[in-house]
Nanobody, 131 residues
């Protein structure tokens, strides 16, 4: 059974930092793209970031988080991290850890996965950034 357990959410002031973790199990971690999606109240879901070990490795960041968020993985622990710095109130959302088998697409496994959708979703973790 595929399981994706997100943790690390909480309340932080604008300008602060949080690190989200996603512990994965039930599949071969190295063969999957792991993505973070987020959804703020009343807004559409957004793909924030993704990481894949396929080939030379691949990462993806939405323009809204580029330069502030960093995604990384510890394959020995089957865990993906999302380091979020310089947080803004507009980063307030429920963050979901997701997964899909990596595919060697021309545009990269992460962009391919984020575009066509993830197969597995974990329960979200709430991030609240106060102004």
């Amino acid at each position: 059974e595929v399981q994706l357990q997100a943790s690390g959410g909480g309340l932080v002031q604008a300008g602060g930092s949080l690190r989200l973790s996603c512990a994965a199990s039930g599949f071969t971690f190295d063969d999957y793209a792991i993505g973070w999606f987020r959804q703020a109240p009343g807004k559409e879901r957004e793909g924030a970031s993704c990481i894949s070990s396929l080939g030379d490795g691949d990462t993806y960041y939405a323009d809204s988080v580029k330069g502030r968020f960093t995604i990384s993985s510890d394959n020995a622990k089957n865990t993906v991290y999302l380091q979020m710095n310089s947080l803004k109130p507009e980063d307030t959302a429920v963050y979901y850890c997701t997964a899909r088998p990596s595919y060697a697409a021309v545009l990269g496994p992460c962009r391919w996965s984020m575009y066509y959708g993830m197969d597995y979703w974990g329960k979200g973790t709430l991030v609240t950034v106060s102004s």
